[in-house]
Structures are given as C-alpha cells and as structure tokens.
C-alpha cells in the first residue's frame, strides 16, 4: 500500500471515529428524572431528561396539548435531549399532576401555572414548545414575560378558537361528515355509531393517520375538556368559546417556529396568516402528516427543530 493511500485510509478512520464518538456519545450519556412539584393548589409532575455534556444548555419546557390531556404523547420528542435539557409536565388536574382543591379550569389559570413551575425551577431563560392548546399558553406566556424566553415553537398552534371551528368545518364537510356530525352533537347522540363513524373518518384524516391504539394509555381529564371547549368536536360551549391571540402576534419580538401537517386541522393557510403575523418566524408544513407530525415523520420533525435550535 503505497504512502497516499495509508494517510487517506488514516484520514478517513480518523473523520468516522469522531462522527461515531459525536453521534453515540451524547446517547449513551442522556439521563431522565421524574419529580413532583408542589405549587400549592396542586402538585405537578414533570419529567427532565439531559445530558451532562449539555446540560447547561438553555431548557425546552414542553406545554402539552388539551385541554384536559397530558403529556404523554409528546413524550417522544425526548430525544431532543441528546442536545440540551427537556423538560415535559402534566398541567393541573391531567396525568400524573394531581389538585388539592377546586380550581377554575381557565385559560388565565394555565398561563399563571406556566409562570409558576417556570418560576419554582429556578429557570432564568427557557425555550417553550406549545403543541396544539399548549401553543396558545405558551404564546401568552412569551408575551408577558419575553426577557425570559429564548425561542418559541409553536407546533400545530390552537391559539384562536373561531378560525379552528371554521378549519374543522371544512374539513368536516370536505370527507362529506360535516352534516352527520353537527346533527348528532346537537341531538346529543353522539354516542351512536353512526356519528362514531364519522369521527372515526375525521380522526384518521386529520388527527392521526397512522394506528391510533398509541394513545389508549391516555388519559383525557373530561371535567376540564368540557369546561374549557365543551362536549362536542365541531362546536364550542366552553369558556374557550372567544379566545384568540392573532391580532397579538406582531407583539412576539423572538425567533419562533412554526410547524404544522399538510392535512392538519390547523391548515397550511391558517398557518400562512400566523406565519405574516409573526415577523422573525420560520414555517415548516410536513407533507405526509395530520395534527400529529411529531409522530408520523419523526425523524424529520426532530431535525426541524434541532436544526431551528441550533441557528
């Protein structure tokens, strides 16, 4: 083997072995820890996971979707901590957070909560991911408090309930389900098969795609779904009935990214007005998902956001 050869064979073992070391090291490294935290009226869970060559990194809280849901299904996005601290909760009253007395199932009320845990954990600057309702806390949170949030995903945002009831109502009829469904929330049928039916064509079409037995370990607190947005899907009797932070957007002064599916139920062109609104943001729309990119294009919806991170 001659001499230029051996120094490129060196070369090239040299360049894969500190590749390897970069990719599997952090792996190997990432830790995860579960706590319980007492904010008076209830005690909240919350999961961080880490790893020590970045765990001095500025943290991602994640602010799950619902209401009345937990964070369960966003718990996959865990993998981002390979590059810096995650930290996901169960807001009041949802999975394992559990309350100690009557509390107002509000909108006010989980934005105040989100100060709270922000404030107990010490955090002095924060990331935050609101999925779906969680966007819209996570908004108003960033806000009121802008010196103390870095960066803002908003990942197929709820944050305005007239243009979602107008999104679901044309998707609804576009599967020609819209008429069955309305008739059955308003006759309070809905536990006839036919309107399951029809939830079942809607759910698969822009929900989730893909096996919906992954969430059969969810669990949906239904005293707060139906205070907050109500009984049925297509309508809203809730104190959610008004809420819109649209016309607030052009107050976010930070770099924000916007991720939606191609068949969410918050569509490409409601996220095109979120995008105008919003002057230092970046659209991803995924082509293959429903309200559920996270899952059904993993692999790609975590380099969106790592590579979003790291700009």
């Given amino acids: 083997m001659n001499l230029k050869l051996k120094v490129l064979l060196s070369t090239l073992i ?17 830790q995860t820890e579960q706590h319980f935290l007492d904010l008076g009226y209830c005690t909240i869970w919350y999961q961080k996971s880490f790893n020590q060559e970045t765990k001095d990194k500025t943290p991602i809280i994640f602010v799950h979707g619902g209401p009345g849901l937990e964070s369960g299904y966003i718990i996959n996005l865990n993998k981002i901590a390979y590059d810096r601290p995650c930290i996901f909760y169960d807001q ?9 007395k009557h509390i107002d199932w509000t909108f006010e009320h989980y934005v105040k909560e989100l100060r709270l845990l922000i404030d107990k954990l010490g955090l002095k600057k924060v990331i935050l991911f609101g999925y779906s309702w969680g966007a819209a806390l996570a908004t108003k949170y960033t806000l009121e408090h802008s010196d103390k949030v870095e960066k803002l995903i908003l990942a197929s945002p709820y944050i305005s309930t007239p243009h979602l009831i107008d999104n679901y109502k044309k998707l609804a009829q576009s599967k020609n389900i819209y008429d069955i469904m309305t008739a059955h929330e308003n006759a309070g049928t809905t536990d006839s098969q036919e309107y399951q039916d029809a939830y079942a064509i809607f759910f698969k079409n822009f929900i989730f795609s893909k096996d919906p037995s992954i969430f059969d370990n969810i669990i949906i607190n239904k005293e707060i779904s139906e205070t907050m947005w109500g009984k049925n899907e297509l309508s809203v009797t809730g104190n959610l009935h008004d809420l819109n932070l649209i016309p ?18 918050m569509t490409p062109s409601y996220m095109e007005l979120l995008h105008k609104q919003i002057l230092d943001s970046k659209l991803v729309i995924f082509e293959n998902s429903t309200h559920m990119p996270h899952i059904e294009e993993q692999e790609s919806y975590l380099k969106s956001i790592t590579n979003f991170l790291d700009e």
């Avoid at 009041?92 to 100690?100: D, F, L």
């Fill in 92 to 100: 009041s009253g949802c999975g394992k957070s559990t309350t100690n």
């Fill in 14 to 30: 040299i360049t894969l072995t500190i590749t390897l070391y970069k990719v599997l090291k952090p792996m190997q490294s990432i």
């Fill in 248 to 265: 607030l957007l052009h107050n976010l002064n930070l770099p924000v990214l916007l991720t939606s599916g191609i068949n969410d139920p």
